[in-house]
């Protein structure tokens, strides 16, 4: 297991400009050796480059399990046809399609922006194949922006309450959950931060005090 500071297309933020489970990670077609490197080597996936409806911020506009990847449903057809030889798909037709900051999932369960239709949950459910429950984390509709898991713990916004981490650990299955930030004091730690099970790639901006409470949080020791 492994966390180490990166940088993805000259952004510290980089969990906007990829996404990954267990096993594979997509990322904006911009991002260099080095990062595709440091995915590898630190999470062990394969990465694909890909743009989501012509835009690089993929991280924001892919959710993904281990089961199923949730796309925005701008998603055009290149783009769909690379991401979907490699994991089984469900594009999001409503305005909530910023699959990445709406959809908060890991193996065990998924949360969702509480404005996901009926329709959406259920579909969600079927791709991801884990129960999906809608909650706002701190406040927070963009529940995926604020937080980032794996199948061991999750780490979210210094300003989650007491009721968020039990939602949290009771949803997703985790036995951690660590309130920190990323890059210096952002809030929005999914941004920062690419993370499975295996390692975290995470901006390099953030400070040894974050990086020792992502630890934490994730379970990477």
Known sequence: MSMRLSRACGSFNIGVSAVANESLAFTSPDVDDQFLKDLEEALGVKPYKTTVAGSHVVGSLIAMNSNGAAVSGLVEGNELEIIEKVIPVKL???????????????????????????????????????????????????????????????????????????????????????????NHGSKYVGSGLVANSKGALVGDATTPIEMGRLEDGLVLY
């Open 92 to 182: 999001l037709p409503d305005y909530l399609n910023a699959a990445g900051n709406n959809i908060l999932v890991n193996d065990n369960g998924a949360i969702v922006n509480p404005e996901t239709s009926d329709e959406t949950l259920k579909e969600l459910e079927d791709l991801f194949k884990v129960e999906v429950v809608r909650a706002t984390i701190a406040g927070c509709n963009i529940v995926g922006s604020v937080c980032c898991c794996n199948n061991k713990g999750c780490v979210c916004t210094t300003d989650a309450t007491d009721d968020d981490i039990e939602i949290i650990k009771e949803v997703l299955g985790v036995t951690e959950v660590q309130r920190t930030t990323v």
